[in-house]
């Protein structure tokens, strides 16, 4: 293992928000074109990253994860 990486959370601030209190980087997207800049600005340190169900709906299913080396991705209940 080369080092522990990064917890992101994509979504709506009212689902987010909490999470920057246990250290992950949050990163507030209200609208598609805004969860599609945030996945877009994740850096190679983001090993996992948390999906509001909205933030996961503006992702194009074949985006950049788990399979293709990128970060493991999960997406909130609803």
């Given amino acids: 293992m080369t080092g522990v990486g990064t917890v992101a959370v994509i979504?709506?601030?009212v689902r987010v928000a909490g999470f920057g209190l246990a250290g992950a980087r949050v990163l507030v997207?209200?609208?598609a074109e805004e969860v599609r800049t945030a996945w877009l600005s994740l850096g190679p340190g983001v090993a996992v990253v948390?999906?509001?169900p909205r933030a996961a709906e503006a992702?194009?299913?074949t985006a950049p994860g788990e399979a293709?080396?990128?970060p493991l991705t999960v997406v909130?209940?609803?």
């Fill in 11 to 13: 979504g709506e601030a």
């Fill in 68 to 70: 293709s080396g990128g």
């Fill in 59 to 61: 992702l194009d299913p």
């Fill in 76 to 78: 909130m209940p609803g």
């Fill in 50 to 52: 948390v999906l509001t």
């Fill in 29 to 31: 997207a209200e609208d």
